[in-house]
């Protein structure tokens, strides 16, 4: 290898390799590690179906507006002000259970309409 163009073929084919690897590099960073860097709380993520998994007697859970509620407390609880009077029990909330309730929470107008409401009460 004392021709000078065999050397620069050479440093050429490493460099080449060197690149490649580099770029391989970057694509499996971006597979595999740029989500976490997206949505570090990634394991704390639940879909519409795990929600729905959690409609037993001790786990009543709810998703509204993309946060997960449990509401066992509430549904299995006495809640109703009015003596004589039935609440809502769990026959009858049984229905909502693993549901997505956002269309009966509407966002609050100051949050959705912010540039046409100022005032915060």
């Excluded at 080449?16 to 391989?24: Q, S, V």
């Excluded at 001790?58 to 002000?81: L, P, R």
């Excluded at 259970?97 to 009460?121: E, I, K, M, R, W």
Aim: aromatic fraction near 12%; include cysteine; charge should be negative.
């Amino acid at each position: 290898m004392k021709r000078p163009d065999v050397q620069i073929a050479w440093r050429e084919k490493v460099a080449i390799c060197w690149l490649i690897l580099l770029l391989n590099g970057i694509i499996v960073f971006y597979i595999v590690e740029f989500g976490r860097l997206l949505c570090p709380n990634f394991d704390k993520a639940w879909s519409l179906d795990e929600v729905a998994q959690h409609q037993g007697n001790s786990d009543y859970w709810v998703t509204i507006q993309g946060v997960v509620y449990d509401v066992s407390d509430f549904v299995f609880g006495d809640h109703s002000d009015i003596i004589g009077e039935a609440s809502n029990g769990a026959d009858t909330l049984s229905a909502l259970a693993g549901q997505d309730l956002t269309q009966y929470f509407p966002v609050p107008l100051t949050l959705g309409c912010a540039g046409l409401v100022s005032d915060d009460t």
